[in-house]
C-alpha cells in the first residue's frame, strides 16, 4: 500500500523527531479496525445489545429480532441523520445572522448581494421592490419555516407544505418523483428527529420503509442544508467570481503572521480574513511583516472562493500546518477539527482557538457570536499576533506550492461561457456535450480518508476521467487534493484532457484571455454542492431531460464523514448514480436488501444508483460506462 503520497516528507520527518504523535500514527494503531463496524452489522441502539451479525455462524439477527437489513438501514439513516444536522445547524446559523441585520444586531454584516436576495424573494414567491430590510425579513420568515411547519404534504386532509427551499431549488419533475415517493420533508428537525426515532428498538423494522426515509434525510440535507447555508452566504458574502491562488502548505510565509481558518461557517472566518487586513500594523510592531490568513477544509474553500485566501491543506494534513513550527493560530469553528490538534498544537507555540461548537480542552476558547463578531475577531488576531515572538527556532515551511483559479460558481461558469455566446450562455456547454466534444459531468466531491493510506485514489480517478473527455467538477477537501495535484491550472488542460475536452476549454479559456479552462473546476466547499445542483438542474431544464437521463455521475472516492454520505444520499435522491469509496457500511453478508435495492433497485425508484470501485481504475471505469449509457439512451454520439 503507498504511505501517504501527498504529504509533504520533511515534515513528517520533523513530526517524529519532535515525538509528535499525527493522525497516520494513530491510525496504524487503530489495526485492525473491527470488522462489524467496518461491514454494518453491529447495532447498539438498546443496551440489550451490542448486538452484531456472524452471518456465517448463522447469526443474522439481532437479540430483537432486527435482521441484518434493518440494522444496516438503521445505521445508514442514524449516519444521514447525523449528516444532515450538521449542515442544516450551518445553514441556521445563516439564517439567524440575517435575522440579526433584519433587527439591527449585528453590526459586523451587511447584505452584500441585494440582487441575490431579491431573487430568492422573488423565488419565494413575493417579487419585493421595497427596501431591502423588508425582502431580508420576508426571507428570514420563509426559511424559519423549513424549521417550524408541522403539518406535511401528507397530513390528513392532504394539505400541508413541505421545504420552500426544496420548492424553489428542485427541478419540477424531480418535486414530483419525491411526492409520489412520499419523502418531500415537512422540517428539517422534525425529520432528523424523526429520523432519530424511528431507528430506536422496537420501531420500524421495514429496510425498504428506512431507506426511503434515508433519502428523504438527503433531501433535508440537500435544501435546508447546502442550498440554505449557500444561497444565503452568498448573499452576506457575495457570489465567488474567478480567483487565482495557491494551495499546499508552501503559502504559509516565515516572516508573517500565520493564521489558519479551519472548519466550515465563513461567518467567522470572513472576519478573521477582515480584521488580518486592519491589523496589519500590530503584527508589523511585533516584528512581523504582515499577517498571512491561510485557509483549512471547507472554511478554507469560502475564503479562496471569495477572497482567493491561499487553501494550506485538506482534512488529512490538518495538523502539519502546526508542525512547521510557524503558524500562531489556528481559529476552528465547527466540524471536521480533529481534537488532536491541541495535543499537536501543545508540542509547539500554536494557539487553537475554539470559537463555537467544536470545543477542545487546553485550546483557548473565544465565543464568537454575531452580535460580538468585530470584538472577537479581533481579539482572536491580536492572539494570534502576540503570539509571533514566542515562536520557537525550528521551523520547516515546505517549499511545494501549487497555483490555482477557483471561483466557480454556477452565475461565474454563465458568465465565462457568455464570452462565447451572449444570448445564450450554455448553448456552446450544451452543444459540446451534445455531440460529444465533453462526453459528461462528474462531481467529484467529499472528504479524503485516511484509511486509504495516502493512496491518491480521487487524483489517479479525476486523470483517467478528464483522458476521457469527462469534465470534472470539485468540492470541498477533493478539490484542494486536485488542486494540490496541479489539475485547477490551466495548464492541466494540456497535459490531462482528452482532445476534445482540451478543444472545447481552450476556446472558453481564449475568449476569457485565459490560455484555457482548467478541466477541473472548483465550485467550492461541501456545502456548495448545492452549487451543482444548481448547474445540473440548469442543463436539465435546458436539455428538456430529467436528471437521471444526463450523461452525469458523482463520486466521493475517499469519503468519511456521516455529511458526505448524507450528501452523497442526496445525489442519489436527485437521480444521479453515485460512486462511494470506501464502501459503504451495508456490506454485512446477510443486508442482501439494502445492498440490492442502492446498487440496483433505485435506478427505477429515483434514477440514482450505488456504484462501487476501490480502485481509481475500477472507480473511473463504472462512472464512464454508466456515462457511456446515458449517452446511448439519448441517442448521443458515443
Ligand atoms: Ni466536507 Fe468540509 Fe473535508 Fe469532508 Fe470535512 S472539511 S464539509 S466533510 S473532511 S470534505
Ligand atoms: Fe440488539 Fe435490537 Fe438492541 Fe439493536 S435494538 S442492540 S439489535 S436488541
Request: charged share 25%; with cysteine; aromatic share 4%.
Amino acid at each position: 500500500m503507498p504511505k501517504n503520497t501527498f504529504v509533504n516528507k520533511r515534515l513528517l520527518e520533523k513530526a517524529k523527531k519532535e515525538n509528535v504523535e499525527l493522525i497516520f500514527d494513530r491510525f496504524e494503531k487503530q489495526q485492525p479496525q473491527c470488522p462489524w463496524g467496518l461491514d454494518g452489522g453491529c447495532c447498539k441502539n438498546c443496551f440489550q445489545g451490542p448486538c452484531r451479525i456472524i452471518s456465517n455462524k448463522g447469526v443474522v439477527k439481532g437479540i430483537c429480532g432486527a435482521t441484518s437489513d434493518v440494522i444496516v438501514a438503521r445505521n445508514l439513516l442514524r449516519m444521514c441523520a447525523a449528516g444532515a444536522s450538521s449542515h442544516v445547524d450551518h445553514a441556521r446559523e445563516v439564517v439567524l445572522t440575517l435575522d440579526a441585520i433584519v433587527h439591527g444586531k449585528a453590526p459586523g454584516y451587511r447584505i452584500k448581494d441585494k440582487a441575490k436576495l431579491r431573487a430568492i424573494a422573488k423565488a419565494l414567491g413575493k417579487p419585493y421592490k421595497g427596501p431591502i430590510k423588508k425582502v431580508a425579513e420576508f426571507v428570514v420568515k420563509e426559511a424559519l419555516e423549513d424549521f417550524r411547519r408541522q403539518h406535511g404534504v401528507f397530513h390528513i386532509k392532504g394539505e400541508g407544505e413541505y421545504l420552500n427551499w426544496l420548492k424553489i431549488n428542485a427541478t419540477k419533475e424531480r418535486q414530483e418523483t419525491w411526492k409520489k415517493l412520499r419523502i418531500l420533508p415537512i422540517n428539517a428537525d422534525l425529520e432528523i428527529s424523526r429520523a432519530q426515532h424511528v431507528t430506536t428498538i422496537g420501531n420500524d423494522a421495514d429496510p425498504v420503509s428506512l431507506l426511503l426515509q434515508t433519502l428523504k434525510i438527503g433531501l433535508v440535507d440537500g435544501y435546508a442544508g447546502l442550498h440554505l447555508a449557500t444561497n444565503l452566504q452568498d448573499v452576506l458574502f457575495g457570489v465567488p467570481t474567478l480567483v487565482k491562488s495557491e494551495v499546499n502548505l508552501g503559502v504559509m510565509k516565515e516572516d508573517y503572521v500565520n493564521i489558519a481558518v479551519h472548519g466550515h461557517v465563513p461567518l467567522l472566518s470572513e472576519k478573521i480574513v477582515e480584521w488580518a487586513k486592519k491589523l496589519e500594523k500590530e503584527a508589523k510592531k511585533v516584528g512581523a511583516k504582515g499577517i498571512n490568513v491561510i485557509g483549512v477544509c471547507c472554511t478554507g474553500h469560502e475564503v479562496l472562493m471569495r477572497h482567493g485566501i491561499p487553501h494550506a491543506t485538506h482534512i488529512i494534513e490538518s495538523e502539519l500546518p502546526i508542525v512547521t513550527g510557524a503558524l500562531e493560530a489556528m481559529v476552528v469553528d465547527t466540524q471536521c477539527i480533529y481534537p488532536s490538534l491541541q495535543d499537536v498544537a501543545s508540542c509547539y507555540h500554536t494557539k487553537i482557538i475554539t470559537t463555537m461548537i467544536a470545543k477542545i480542552p487546553g485550546a483557548v476558547h473565544i465565543p464568537f457570536k454575531v452580535e460580538n463578531a468585530d470584538k472577537a475577531a479581533r481579539q482572536i488576531v491580536l492572539e494570534a499576533v502576540n503570539n509571533f515572538k514566542n515562536r520557537g527556532k525550528n521551523i520547516l515551511i515546505p517549499k511545494e506550492k501549487t497555483e490555482l483559479i477557483a471561483g466557480f460558481s454556477v452565475e461565474t461558469i454563465l458568465s465565462v461561457l457568455s464570452k462565447l455566446n451572449k444570448k445564450d450562455p450554455l448553448k456552446p456547454l450544451i452543444d459540446n456535450i451534445i455531440n460529444g466534444n465533453i462526453l459528461g459531468i462528474v462531481a467529484v466531491v467529499g472528504c479524503r480518508n485516511v484509511k486509504l493510506r495516502g493512496e491518491k485514489f480521487a487524483e489517479k480517478m479525476i486523470k483517467i476521467l478528464l483522458k476521457n473527455n469527462v469534465l470534472v467538477v470539485a468540492t470541498g477537501c477533493i478539490a484542494h487534493a486536485a488542486a494540490q495535484e496541479g489539475l485547477m491550472r490551466p495548464e492541466a488542460t494540456e497535459r490531462f484532457a482528452g482532445k476534445t475536452l482540451k478543444a472545447v476549454l481552450t476556446a472558453i479559456g481564449k475568449a476569457n484571455g485565459l490560455p484555457c479552462i482548467p478541466p477541473v473546476l472548483h465550485m467550492g466547499s461541501c456545502v456548495d454542492n448545492s452549487r451543482i445542483e444548481v448547474l445540473i438542474n440548469t442543463i436539465a431544464n435546458k436539455l428538456k431531460v430529467p436528471i437521471p437521463k444526463l450523461p452525469i455521475a458523482a463520486s466521493a472516492p475517499e469519503w468519511m464523514t456521516e455529511k458526505a454520505l448524507s450528501i452523497g444520499i442526496w445525489a442519489l435522491a436527485l437521480g444521479i448514480a453515485t460512486h462511494f469509496n470506501p464502501i459503504p457500511p451495508i456490506t454485512t453478508s446477510s443486508a442482501e436488501v439494502v445492498r440490492k435495492i442502492l446498487t440496483q433497485d433505485l435506478e427505477s425508484i429515483t434514477g440514482g444508483k450505488l456504484l462501487l470501485g476501490t480502485t481509481p481504475e475500477d472507480a473511473a471505469k463504472v462512472i464512464l460506462e454508466h456515462i457511456k449509457k446515458r449517452r446511448k439512451e439519448l441517442g448521443l454520439k458515443q
